[in-house]
């Protein structure tokens, strides 16, 4: 599976952004997907996942840092999930990873990400 992400870029505080990874190769519908961000100088942190199970929905989980100001979402007819980011902190600047797995349950973890895709920067100024 190759994941390409994309719509990063730079937004004033408060501002929105929505990120894409298109896939490509794999049954994207049957992948659990997740995002990941990793802040200069700063370990790669788990932001979003959502859950293969049926149609373009899914369960979703969130890290606390984002929870009620980002929405992870998935057009499985489009291979494509989506991180749409309102009210934008400077905190939230990093480089954004997308990831898949053939792992059955919501992942919140590196390690149970079989596929990663190159990242899109996200600057949020003050």
């Known amino acids: 599976v190759q994941l390409q992400a994309s719509g990063g870029g730079l937004v004033q505080a408060g501002g929105s952004l929505r990120l894409s990874c298109a896939a490509s190769?794999?049954?994207?519908?049957?992948?659990?997907l997740g995002w990941f961000r990793q802040a200069p100088g700063k370990d790669r942190d788990f932001v979003a996942t959502i859950n293969w199970s049926g149609g373009s929905g899914g369960s979703t989980g969130y890290a606390d840092s984002v929870r009620g100001r980002f929405t992870i979402s998935r057009d499985n007819a489009k291979n494509t999930v989506y991180l749409q980011m309102n009210s934008l902190k400077p905190e939230d600047t990093a480089v954004y990873y997308c990831?898949?797995?053939?792992?059955?349950?919501?992942?919140?973890?590196?390690?149970?990400?079989?596929?990663w895709g190159q990242g899109t920067q996200v600057t949020v100024s003050s």
């Open positions: 990831a898949a797995t053939t792992y059955y349950t919501l992942s919140y973890y590196e390690k149970e990400y079989d596929y």
């Open positions: 190769g794999g049954t994207f519908s049957t992948y659990v």
